[in-house]
């Protein structure tokens, strides 16, 4: 069953857009440090876009899932665009959204803002 209402905004994107809501912060997250591990059974073309994409600043280890679902469509829609459905076209999309693929929502994820000194999101963002 879906939950209502919208996703809530993880604390680092907060702390990249300014915490423009500037409600406290959570002090007790779970942390998600570190790069994408790149799995070890990945297709060959799927390995080369996650080569690609992988050391993208904004992605952290827990994005390694959603980047590998996001390499493996990749790679199929560029085999054959015409064989895919609409359905996974528009995960294709989804995912690539969330993962800040595409100028809008890596604008809507702060990924492309300038940090100020003393930055307290640039421990997420080395």
């Known amino acids: 069953m879906a939950v209502r209402g919208r996703k809530p905004t993880p604390t680092v994107i907060k702390l990249a857009t300014g915490n423009p809501g500037r409600r406290p912060l959570p002090k007790h997250e779970p ?21 690609e994409v992988a050391d993208f600043p904004w ?8 980047l590998h679902i996001w390499c493996e469509l990749q790679a199929q829609f560029e085999r054959s665009w015409r064989a895919m459905v609409a359905t996974r076209i528009a995960q294709l999309r989804a995912v690539s959204s969330e993962l800040g693929l595409d100028p809008p ?19 997420y963002f080395e």
């Open 59 to 66: 992605l952290s280890k827990a994005d390694g899932y959603k």
């Open 31 to 51: 942390e998600s440090a570190g790069r994408p591990v790149k799995p070890p059974k990945i297709g060959k073309r799927a390995g080369e876009l996650w080569d």
């Open 105 to 123: 929502s890596r604008a809507r994820l702060g990924a492309d803002a300038k940090t100020k000194e003393a930055d307290p999101a640039d421990k």
